[in-house]
């Protein structure tokens, strides 16, 4: 069955950089997109960006400055990296399919931004 | 980029009530190839990851429950809850993915009155 895990620090400090990894089953990354959005506690949903099937990458333009979203598609995972990180960068991150009769989400990773 | 303006903030209804709540978008969301709307709404509930509840504006999703109905076109939209359930008590949210970046709306907040 179609299954996306994210994976990653809980805590990182201000000013680093965020790694996470999206492990995907079920479906093939050349097939379909893979999307990050991410929720502040207590706050609504935003969306980060996406891998399309093809390679292709989009990015949120607030975040297009600091945000990379890359694939190793023969290990069936897509990768977020955010650098610069600040305390309102904290909040769950999700992958999501996020398509039209093919919508699914991971349970989402809780990131921490602390000293 | 498009920009999602949801309203209300939050809502508090009573078990049996009917609720609206509304997504307006800067820009039509509407494809002249298709004539779909890229609107999507989603549900949530605490400490879970989001469900799509309804597609292209007016498709819901398998297993949704047909009190859930979308409507709109274009810039308007509409999420129509009626004879609203306990366990309909959830956040809301509209998705735009009619063109990159997607964006959402700021969310409604279904409480219990």
């Known amino acids: 069955q179609v299954q996306l895990k994210e994976s990653g620090p809980g805590l990182v400090q201000p000013s680093q950089t965020l790694s996470l990894t999206c492990t995907v089953s079920?479906?093939?990354?050349?097939?379909?997109?893979v999307h990050w959005v991410r929720q502040p506690p207590g706050k609504g949903l935003e969306w980060m960006g996406r891998m399309r099937y093809n390679g292709d990458t989009s990015y949120n333009s607030a975040l297009k400055s600091r945000l990379s979203i890359s694939r190793d598609t023969s290990k069936n995972q897509v990768f977020l990296k955010m650098n610069s990180l600040q305390t309102d960068d904290t909040g769950t991150y999700y992958c999501?399919?996020?398509?039209?009769?093919?919508?699914?989400w991971g349970q989402g990773v809780m990131v921490t931004v602390s000293s | 980029d498009i920009v999602m303006t949801q309203s209300p903030f939050s809502l508090a209804v009573s078990e049996g009530e009917m609720v609206t709540i509304n997504c307006k978008s800067s820009?039509?969301?509407?494809?002249?190839?298709?004539?779909?709307?890229?609107l999507a709404w989603y549900q949530q509930k605490p400490g879970q990851s989001p469900k799509l509840l309804i597609y292209y504006a007016s498709t819901r999703q398998s297993g949704v429950p047909d009190r859930f109905i979308g409507s709109g076109s274009g810039t308007d939209f509409t999420l129509t809850i009626s004879d609203v359930q306990a366990e309909d008590l959830a956040d809301y949210y509209c998705l735009q993915h009619y063109s990159s970046p997607y964006t959402f709306g700021a969310g409604t907040k279904l409480e219990l009155k």
């Open positions: 999501t399919s996020l398509t039209t009769l093919f919508d699914y």
């Open positions: 820009q039509s969301l509407l494809s002249s190839g298709n004539q779909k709307n890229y």
């Open positions: 079920g479906f093939s990354l050349t097939s379909y997109n």
